[in-house]
């Protein structure tokens, strides 16, 4: 598989941004990307560790669907002018983003619902860890993924053979994964902001509506379900899917594939305060040898964007 180099992209027409926005994108653009990762992992686990408490009373299905339909609303509307400057070719790319990103969405939670939190993720975490080996050009990059997935597989120790439609789940959610990564460096290249983001979900919604909306009535009913399935989408998507979106505009492909490999260990963390969800000693065990796969890759020069005007 050939991907492209974030910030070796070739300079893309950009719309634009307001005062406001600009200024939030240059704290977002100057501040470390693994600061902004740390960020964006945890706001995501906490949306999961939500909406699996929501489980009891509504569908995941569901629970997903409205994921995407309050991130989609969130981002537009911290995204002034999402409208204008679209091309065909644009649009497209973020119908493919958010497409990919809804169903990605949609079987995680159908996965967590069956499995915990922590183990999910480190399943899910296949689909990047695909995408870092096809991009991968050094010994120490090489080395550095062999380790991580070493410590993935000890961490998502799961018995199959008592969670098969779960594993199943994740497995498609770890391929569409895999295709957020690929696809969100494109989109995020050629619009600024959350701009590309948000549209992108907006059409995603629409494509798992028929999975969700059936299902949808209790939430329809009760305020409090409602703020509940909408806060998974601010924490998970608007706020955490956001702030990847600039991170990608940063660094390579490879090196945010391997950043990923800290999100098992994230959501282990955030699964045993929130949810309960004990670690064993073998899951401590994959926790230390995703951090050493990640401590150990090589740094690639970041070399940024120029600010959109």
Not at 81 to 93: E, K, N, V, Y
Not at 141 to 151: K, Y
Request: net charge neutral; charged share 10%; with cysteine.
């Amino acid at each position: 598989m050939e991907c492209t180099y974030p910030n070796r992209l070739r300079q893309n027409r950009t719309v634009p941004e307001t005062t406001a926005s600009t200024n939030r994108s240059s704290i977002l653009n100057t501040a470390p990307p693994e600061a902004l990762f740390v960020l964006s992992a945890l706001s995501q686990y906490i949306g999961a560790a939500i909406a699996v408490t929501v489980f009891d009373e509504v569908e995941p299905q569901t629970v997903a669907w409205f994921r995407v339909i309050g991130a989609a609303i969130a981002l537009l509307a911290i995204s002034p002018g999402f409208h204008r400057g679209w091309t065909r070719r644009d649009l497209i790319g973020a119908a493919v983003f958010g497409t990919a990103t809804a169903l990605m969405n949609l079987f995680f939670y159908l996965g967590i619902a069956r499995i915990d939190l922590g183990k999910s993720v480190a399943i899910e975490f296949l689909g990047p860890i695909a995408v870092a080996a096809a991009t991968t050009r050094s010994m120490r990059n090489g080395v550095a993924l062999v380790v991580a997935v070493v410590g993935v597989i000890t961490l998502g120790g799961v018995e199959i053979g008592d969670n098969t439609l779960g594993v199943v789940f994740i497995l498609i959610s770890s391929a569409m994964w895999a295709a957020y990564i690929v696809f969100g460096s494109k989109v995020a290249q050629v619009r600024p902001g959350v701009a590309g983001l948000g549209v992108g979900l907006a059409i995603g919604s629409i494509v798992i509506a028929p999975a969700g909306a059936p299902w949808s009535g209790p939430v329809w009913v009760s305020p409090t379900l409602l703020l509940l399935c909408c806060a998974t989408g601010v924490f998970s998507n608007a706020i955490g899917y956001g702030i990847d979106q600039y991170v990608l505009r940063r660094i390579p492909i490879r090196r945010f594939s391997v950043l990923l490999a800290t999100l098992p260990v994230t959501a282990v963390f955030i699964g045993w305060v929130a949810l309960d969800q004990t670690p064993s000693s073998l899951d401590l065990a994959g926790i230390g040898l995703v951090l050493i796969g990640v401590a150990v890759q090589e740094r690639d020069e970041i070399v940024g964007l120029p600010e959109p005007g």
